[in-house]
Structures are given as C-alpha cells and as structure tokens.
C-alpha cells in the first residue's frame, strides 16, 4: 500500500541552524500538507500546498519557514534559524483532493530537537 | 470557525470492556470529520471518517463513531477492547475554505488495564 515517507526520523540540530525535512507523498497525491504538534500539545497545520505553490499557511509558518518541491517527488520544508520553540514533531501529509471526505495521508513524523 | 472538543484527555479501560472517546465539534458548514490514531512512537494513522452516507461510521479495528448533529457530537466506540488499542486518538475537522486544512482536538489517551 503506498504511503507517505519521511527522513530524516529524528534530526537535532543547534539554535539557529537551518534544518530540512523531507516528505516523499504518494505518488498521484496533488495536495501536500506540513502539521507540527509540540510536545504535550495538539497537532498543529502549518502550510498547505498544491500546483507549486502555498494555498494556505498559520499565523506559525512565518518567514522562517519555507516548502518546496524540488523534484516532483520530494517535498520540503525548511527553518532557516531554528529557535528552542522550534522543537516539535514534524508531519507532512498528502491527499488526492482538497475536498470533502478525502482524507490526507500522514507520514510517520520527523520529531526536531533544537538545543 | 471550525473547532474540536475531545472531553477526557485520558480514558482507562479493563480489557475486554467497551470504549467511549468523547469528541464535539463547531462548524460553520455540514462538518467533514475523522478519527485518527497515533500509536506510540508511530505515525498518524486514520481510523475513520464521517462522509454524511450514513450517520454511523464503521472504521478499522472494530471501531465505530456516530455523528449526531443535535448534539454536535462525533463520539467513538468500540464494543471490546484489546491491549493494541493502546494508543492516542484525536477527532479531526476539516475546513472547507483553506484547502480542506485539518483542526485537531486535543487527543484523548486511552489506557488498556489487562
């Protein structure tokens, strides 16, 4: 069964270093998603994107968060300058649709620990 | 503006006995709404999810939820449950007007005593 894929499964890094996780989605997916739930908190969205572009983003994803799709199959997201608040687990998902009922595919997480 | 309430963050449990995960929900349209699950140390996998065919919804796992519009409410059962079903479980809305963005309750723990 295709699924979502992420690398890599636990990265630390220094405040204010530039961190990139990856996300492969499913193959004919059109929309992908980047979600993020701190510790002991709830999920949370941060950016939606289809057709090389953002559609949507949080008042999160601020100018130190990117995406891109480099590749066609690929898709990133990147922190420029991580702050200790940046510590979280990481989800990228992907739908075929952004319609009603069509569930977004989640990947098993990137869990980002800044210090 | 759409939002999730889950009411219990934690819920124990004997094996063998029923589950209830309380979830309600606000929404400003006919609500699509999803059960997922996080095992620990796994991914966000989904259990199931309300597509107004029929209100009560048949997921994976023996799990059901029933969606009453009177009382805004998406709650799950499951008539046994098993030491797998150990796990957290978080009642989702999505939202129409940003691209189907999903907004997720808080997640209720469930604990399985043997």
């Known amino acids: 069964e295709p699924e979502v894929t992420q690398t890599p499964s636990h990265q630390v890094t220094q405040m204010g270093q530039e961190v990139i996780l990856r996300c492969v989605p499913i193959?004919?997916?059109?929309?992908f998603y980047w979600y993020r739930q701190i510790l002991g908190q709830k999920v949370e969205f941060l950016v939606s994107?289809?057709?090389?572009?953002?559609?949507?983003k949080s008042e999160i994803f601020d100018d130190q968060f990117s995406v891109e799709r480099p590749d066609g199959s690929n898709f990133t997201l990147k922190i420029r300058s991580t702050k200790l608040e940046d510590s979280a687990m990481y989800f990228c998902?992907?739908?075929?649709?952004?319609?009603?009922?069509?569930?977004?595919?989640f990947g098993p997480g990137t869990r980002l620990t800044v210090t | 503006a759409q939002s999730v309430t889950q009411l219990d963050s934690h819920v124990s449990v004997s094996e063998g006995t029923p589950v209830l995960l309380r979830c309600n929900y606000s929404s400003s349209y006919s609500p699509s709404l999803f059960w997922y699950v996080q095992h620990p140390n796994k991914g966000l996998q989904l259990l199931l999810k309300y597509t107004s065919a029929a209100t009560l919804v048949k997921g994976i796992n023996g799990f059901e939820a029933e969606f009453k519009k009177s009382e805004t409410s998406f709650h799950l059962t499951k008539p046994s449950a098993h030491m797998s079903d150990a796990a957290e479980y978080f009642c989702v809305v999505s939202v129409p007007d940003s691209n189907y963005q999903l907004i997720w309750g808080a997640g209720t723990k469930l604990i399985i005593k043997p």
């Open positions: 998902a992907s739908s075929e649709r952004a319609e009603r009922y069509y569930e977004q595919y």
């Open positions: 193959s004919n997916h059109l929309y």
């Open positions: 994107f289809y057709n090389n572009e953002i559609s949507e």
